[in-house]
């Protein structure tokens, strides 16, 4: 099982980037998947996750209305478009293995992370 992140980068304040996680091992629709990220010296905040459950896609405040979560199963990846970025969404983004399809909250994979940065 891998999952591998890319589509960081520098971004100014109100820019966009997407995000895209490749999946390998397992079908992507089988699973919930998730973003999270992480600032040096903080904890790791959960940010999207869309899975086959009632609920198909959840997100923490901060970003709702600004990033979209999706995934393409017949590419087996896994996507974030994040628009409207604000200084304090820099971090580095992991993408996530749920252990089921729906959500449990409990992740078995995790990928190596991609930088976002977002600075003028």
């Known amino acids: 099982v891998q999952l591998q992140a890319s589509g960081g980068g520098l971004v100014q304040p109100g820019g966009s980037l997407r995000l895209s996680c490749a999946v390998s091992?397992?079908?992507?629709?089988?699973?919930?998947i998730a973003w999270f990220r992480q600032v040096p010296g903080k904890e790791r905040e959960g940010v999207a996750c869309?899975?086959?459950?009632?609920?198909?896609?959840r997100y923490v405040d901060s970003v709702k209305g600004r990033f979209t979560i999706s995934r393409d199963n017949a590419k087996n990846t896994l996507y974030l478009q994040m628009n409207s970025l604000k200084l304090e969404d820099t971090a580095l983004y992991y993408c996530?293995?749920?252990?089921?399809?729906?959500?449990?909250?409990?992740?078995?994979?995790w990928g190596q992370g991609t930088e976002v940065t977002v600075s003028s």
């Open positions: 996530t293995r749920d252990r089921a399809g729906y959500f449990t909250g409990t992740y078995d994979y």
């Open positions: 869309i899975g086959n459950g009632y609920v198909k896609t």
């Open positions: 091992g397992f079908s992507l629709d089988d699973y919930a």
